[in-house]
Structure formats: structure tokens, C-alpha cells
């Protein structure tokens, strides 16, 4: 509406222009005191001014006319340009709209896909933790089932040892025979408890039948008046020795380290050997241990 107020304003101005042309033209021009001026202004009649004039006012009204169609076009060219410019900016904003909704879906979908996965990942390491220590379950139990079959095989072995060794001497002691044939067959127990606790570094289970044997036969009626109490006593003394230098090893290798631990276990070893080679060829000789109470 105010575009349209001040084209009519505008056409009123020029209207009134051209009337103020032609009231000017109309008007008879002062004399003056030049004579070619005034041949001239009676040369050019009155009508062809009017003509003139009249051209005049109907050109500027063509170029006004011209102008309003021209402004009413740019206007509505403006007006397209503003609607075109609302909608870019209204699909614009909705597919953004579109575009956002469909990333926030996106989002939502992956953080689902990762919580699934995670708690399958974590279901997966709880049967693998269960399963493993069902397994460990399994080997302990038969590890001690293992052992205690072991433990209880070795006790048999040692009651049927002790047994046959009880059988042995028995039937020695109720045969009548002569006292040299006597004291060799109780030699025969002396040497057999040598030759266990030689082997007792190879089998760790031999030196504690002939420590067993040796407290069997020590107090025996029968072997008083032989050489064989010291060699018991002898032997019985090397197995306790032993079994300290031992235990005092294993002490310093959980105390102190590999080296003093290992000094001592070689010592220990050696002086067991010592005592059994000692005490054994004494035996042989048919000779008692002077000392069997002294450590060398």
C-alpha cells in the first residue's frame, strides 16, 4: 500500500509539472531589446508548441507508466524471491530435521548393538571363569584322591615289610641251630638295614623301613650279645642327623636363598654317606662302633 501511495504521489508531481511547462510556454516571453530574439519567437507558431508539449506529456506519461510496470515487476520478482527463500530455508531446515532425527537413531541403535555385545562378552568370560575352575576342582580332587591312594599303598607296603621282617626273625629265632649260624643270619638283618639306608637318596621311602627295622630289632634278646645294638644305634642316629641337615636346608632355601640352602643339603649327603659306608664295612668286619654316639 505505501509502494503504491507513492507512485500516485509521484504522478501527481509530474502532472503538475507539465502544467507548470505549459502555463510557462503559454505566457508571452519578454521583450527584450535584441530584435533576433524577437524574429525568432514570432517564427514558431503557438500550435506547434502545444504539439510539442503534448508529445512531451504523453512520453513522460509512457515512461512513467513504463516505471510503475517496471517496479511492480521487480516487486513481485521480490516477492517470488522471498517465497523461493522461505521455502529453501523451510526444506533446509527439514531434511536437517530429518538428518538429525535419523543420527540420533543411528546413535540410540549402536549404543544398543555395544550393551548387547558387552553383556555377551561378559556372559562368554563368566562360563570360561566357571568352566576353568571346574577344571581346577576336577585336578585337585584328583590329585588328592591320587595321593591318598599313594599315601595308603606306601602303608601297606610298609605293614607287609614289617610283617616279612617279623616272619624273618621269628623263624630264625625259633630254629635250633647252632650259635655262629645264629649270629650270621642276625648279621643278615644288619646288613639288609644298611643296604636300606643306602638306598634311601634314590627311593626317599627305603630309609624309613630300615630306620623301622632298626627299632624292631634294637631291643631284640637275640642280638644282645652280637655287634649289631651299636650299628642300630649307629644308624638310628644318621637318620635323625639326616633328616635335620635336611630340614635345616629346606629352611634356608625359603629364608635366605638357593646357595647356603644347597651347601647344606651337600653337606648333609655327605656325611650321611660317610656314616653308612663307615658303619656298613665295620660290619662286614664283624667289628661293633666303638663311638656310635659321635657324630664322625
Same mark, same amino acid.
Given at each position: 500500500?505505501?509502494?503504491?501511495?507513492?507512485?500516485?504521489?509521484?504522478?501527481?508531481?509530474? %502532472?503538475? %509539472?507539465?502544467?507548470?511547462q505549459?502555463?510557462?510556454?503559454?505566457?508571452?516571453?519578454?521583450t527584450?531589446?535584441?530584435?533576433?530574439?524577437?524574429n525568432?519567437?514570432?517564427?514558431?507558431?503557438?500550435?506547434?508548441?502545444?504539439?510539442?508539449?503534448?508529445?512531451?506529456?504523453?512520453?513522460?506519461? !509512457?515512461?512513467?507508466?513504463?516505471?510503475?510496470? !517496471?517496479?511492480?515487476?521487480?516487486?513481485?520478482?521480490?516477492?517470488q524471491?522471498?517465497?523461493?527463500?522461505?521455502k529453501?530455508?523451510?526444506?533446509?531446515? =527439514?531434511?536437517?530435521?530429518? !538428518? #538429525?532425527e535419523?543420527?540420533?537413531?543411528?546413535?540410540?541403535?549402536?549404543?544398543?548393538?555395544?550393551?548387547?555385545?558387552?553383556?555377551?562378552?561378559?556372559?562368554?568370560?563368566?562360563?570360561?571363569?566357571?568352566?576353568?575352575?571346574e577344571?581346577v576342582?576336577?585336578s585337585?580332587?584328583?590329585?588328592?584322591?591320587?595321593?591318598?591312594?599313594?599315601?595308603?599303598?606306601?602303608?601297606?607296603?610298609? %605293614?607287609?615289610?614289617?610283617?616279612?621282617?617279623?616272619?624273618?626273625?621269628?623263624?630264625?629265632?625259633?630254629?635250633?641251630v647252632?650259635?655262629?649260624?645264629?649270629?650270621?643270619?642276625?648279621?643278615?638283618?644288619?646288613?639288609?638295614?644298611?643296604?636300606?639306608?643306602a638306598?634311601?637318596?634314590?627311593?626317599l621311602?627305603s630309609?624309613?623301613? =630300615?630306620?623301622?627295622?632298626?627299632?624292631? #630289632?634294637?631291643?631284640?634278646?637275640?642280638?644282645?650279645?652280637?655287634?649289631?645294638?651299636?650299628?642300630?644305634?649307629?644308624?638310628?642316629?644318621?637318620?635323625w642327623?639326616?633328616?635335620?641337615?635336611?630340614v635345616?636346608?629346606?629352611?634356608?632355601?625359603?629364608?635366605? =636363598?638357593?646357595?647356603?640352602?644347597?651347601?647344606?643339603?651337600?653337606?648333609?649327603?655327605?656325611?650321611?654317606?660317610?656314616?653308612?659306608?663307615?658303619?656298613?664295612?665295620?660290619?662286614?668286619?664283624?667289628?661293633?662302633i666303638?663311638?656310635?654316639?659321635?657324630?664322625?
Open positions: 500500500m505505501n509502494k503504491e501511495t507513492d507512485q500516485t504521489e509521484s504522478k501527481e508531481e509530474e %502532472k503538475s %509539472k507539465r502544467r507548470d505549459k502555463d510557462v510556454s503559454k505566457t508571452p516571453k519578454a527584450t531589446s535584441r530584435e533576433p530574439s524577437e525568432k519567437a514570432a517564427i514558431i507558431p503557438d500550435t506547434t508548441l502545444e504539439q510539442v508539449d503534448s508529445v512531451r506529456e504523453k512520453a513522460s506519461e !509512457t515512461v512513467s507508466e513504463a516505471l510503475e510496470t !517496471t517496479s511492480e515487476s521487480v516487486t513481485k520478482v521480490q516477492e524471491l522471498a517465497d523461493v527463500g522461505q529453501v530455508s523451510e526444506a533446509v531446515e =527439514g531434511k536437517l530435521e530429518t !538428518t #538429525r535419523a543420527a540420533t537413531e543411528a546413535a540410540e541403535k549402536l549404543s544398543e548393538a555395544a550393551k548387547k555385545q558387552i553383556e555377551k562378552t561378559e556372559k562368554d568370560i563368566e562360563g570360561v571363569a566357571k568352566r576353568s575352575l577344571t576342582e576336577k585337585a580332587k584328583t590329585a588328592i584322591a591320587a595321593a591318598t591312594e599313594a599315601t595308603a599303598a606306601m602303608e601297606k607296603t610298609a %605293614k607287609d615289610f614289617a610283617e616279612t621282617v617279623k616272619d624273618y626273625t621269628s623263624s630264625y629265632e625259633s630254629e635250633t647252632s650259635g655262629k649260624l645264629a649270629e650270621e643270619r642276625q648279621m643278615r638283618v644288619g646288613h639288609i638295614a644298611y643296604l636300606l639306608y638306598l634311601w637318596p634314590v627311593t621311602v630309609g624309613v623301613f =630300615g630306620l623301622f627295622l632298626c627299632y624292631l #630289632r634294637r631291643g631284640d634278646p637275640a642280638v644282645n650279645d652280637t655287634v649289631l645294638p651299636s650299628h642300630f644305634r649307629w644308624l638310628i642316629r644318621t637318620f642327623l639326616s633328616a635335620g641337615g635336611l635345616i636346608a629346606a629352611i634356608l632355601e625359603w629364608a635366605v =636363598g638357593g646357595l647356603l640352602a644347597g651347601l647344606m643339603a651337600v653337606i648333609t649327603l655327605v656325611w650321611f654317606a660317610y656314616r653308612v659306608v663307615k658303619g656298613w664295612l665295620a660290619l662286614y668286619d664283624g667289628k661293633a666303638a663311638k656310635s654316639d659321635a657324630l664322625l
